[in-house]
């Protein structure tokens, strides 16, 4: 199966900073590749798919780019309700696998 | 809108089976695959498998073969997720999450989750 990894486990950055958040998956993975957030409590929420398709009504601050194995959600402007654990998963291949997810926390 | 709401809490003791349901309303039921994952306490998310609701067709995760079975009724537009032999491993969120028309796919929007708790 592929494996995908995050990086870094946390960030810490102030509100109105820009974010960058990376999954590497084991191998190819094509533009196969999803980001999703979720806050506490709550269920994920799709953010890009196609690594770099924004879902309906995300906001521009959010944006993915890569492919092959290395991806990027940059999140340009941190607003309060971006601080939250990010998801990747690749949807290439069985079985679909998520990365262990990036917390998001304010600096 | 699209909603997917899910069944209550569920406490179960060990080696017996839950079954989760997932009501599907605001789309044609029958054209979307419906995904279910899973999130235990304070991790990641675990995709456990696929269920075309059109034919019923099935495709689990190796891990969960054997011990799951995801089945629909076309009438309700209800998607299940039984999960049997339970441990204390299950014990996680259980979520239904629609996919599109393609078995590998991106998976939005989610239902609420189920939290089944495996406990003697």
């Known amino acids: 199966e592929i494996v995908m990894t995050q990086s870094p486990a946390t960030l810490s950055v102030s509100p109105g900073e820009r974010a960058t958040l990376s999954c590497r998956a084991s191998q190819s993975v094509s533009s196969n590749l999803a980001w999703y957030q979720q806050k506490p409590g709550q269920a994920p929420r799709l953010l890009i798919y196609g690594a770099s398709t924004r879902a309906t009504g995300i906001p521009a601050r959010f944006s993915g780019s890569g492919s092959g194995t290395e991806f990027t959600l940059t999140i340009s402007s941190l607003q309060s309700e971006d601080f939250a654990v990010y998801y990747c998963q690749q949807y290439n291949n069985w079985p679909i696998t998520f990365g262990q997810g990036t917390r998001l926390e304010i600096k | 809108q699209v909603q997917l709401v899910q069944s209550g809490a569920e406490v179960k003791k060990p080696g017996a089976s839950v079954k989760v349901s997932c009501k599907a309303s605001?789309?044609?039921?029958?054209?979307?695959?419906m995904h279910w994952v899973r999130q235990a306490p304070g991790q990641g998310l675990e995709w456990m498998g696929i269920i075309n609701p059109s034919g019923g067709s099935t495709s689990y995760a190796q891990k969960f073969q054997g011990r799951v079975t995801m089945t629909r009724d076309t009438s309700t537009s209800t998607v299940y997720m039984e999960l049997s032999s339970l441990r204390s491993e299950d014990t996680a969120v259980y979520y239904c999450a629609r996919g599109n028309s393609q078995q590998l796919a991106p998976v939005g929007p989610w239902g609420q989750g189920t939290l089944v708790t495996v406990s003697s």
């Open positions: 605001g789309y044609t039921f029958t054209s979307y695959y």
